[in-house]
């Protein structure tokens, strides 16, 4: 089934979802922020959750559903996943400016930082509830068995592109940025 190996990057998620959670009392005790941890707390997110989970999720399966008669309920939860896969890239966004903010300063930015971390710990665990419980299993009646193994197969191709796309992206964003 499809749905295993998205299933399987949620409960990896949860877990980094936890140690951001468990950041966040730290950074207040301190008014300060350990830049390490959440430079790659953000990469993770971008990459793993982002690009590699909702992207197989979107350009995959919500595209081969968008294809199927859905029922209306259905539908509507797509829509919804979709739209909150959105706000989420907008929290890191925002949770990456002020990262960025506070480096430079050594003030500015915190709270920002606080604000959008509590957001992200929120928002995972139900987004992905929401998957588990009441989407994921039951779309799987729309597909065929072969349908849902050139699932399965599609997926470990986007995700064998993933690692060669990250870094050709990063090669390529510093080329950009040489000064002349
Ligand atoms: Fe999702
Ligand atoms: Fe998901």
């Given at each position: 089934m499809p749905i295993g190996p998205l299933m399987i990057e949620h409960r990896l998620i949860e877990r980094m979802v936890k140690l951001m959670a468990e950041e966040l009392p730290k950074m207040e005790e301190k008014r300060g922020v350990n830049i390490g941890f959440l430079s790659e707390a953000i990469d993770f997110i971008r990459t793993y959750a982002d690009r590699c989970h909702h992207g197989k999720e979107e350009d995959i399966l919500?595209?081969?559903l968008a294809a199927k008669l859905l029922s209306a309920e259905h539908k509507k939860v797509m829509n919804e996943l979709v739209e909150e896969h959105i706000s989420a890239r907008k929290i890191v966004s925002r949770l990456a400016g002020a990262k960025e903010r506070y480096?430079?300063?050594?003030?500015?930015?915190?709270?920002?930082?606080?604000?959008?971390?509590?957001?992200?710990?929120?928002?995972?665990?139900?987004?992905?509830?929401k998957e588990d419980k009441r989407f994921f299993l039951p779309v799987m009646n729309y597909f065929t068995r072969q349908e849902k193994d050139e699932m399965l197969q599609e997926f470990w191709a986007f995700d064998k592109n993933l690692v060669h796309e990250k870094y050709r992206n990063m090669v390529e964003g510093y080329e950009k940025n040489k000064k002349p």
């Open positions: 919500f595209r081969d480096a430079r300063t050594q003030k500015d930015g915190f709270q920002e930082m606080i604000t959008c971390l509590t957001e992200l710990v929120e928002f995972y665990p139900a987004h992905i509830e």
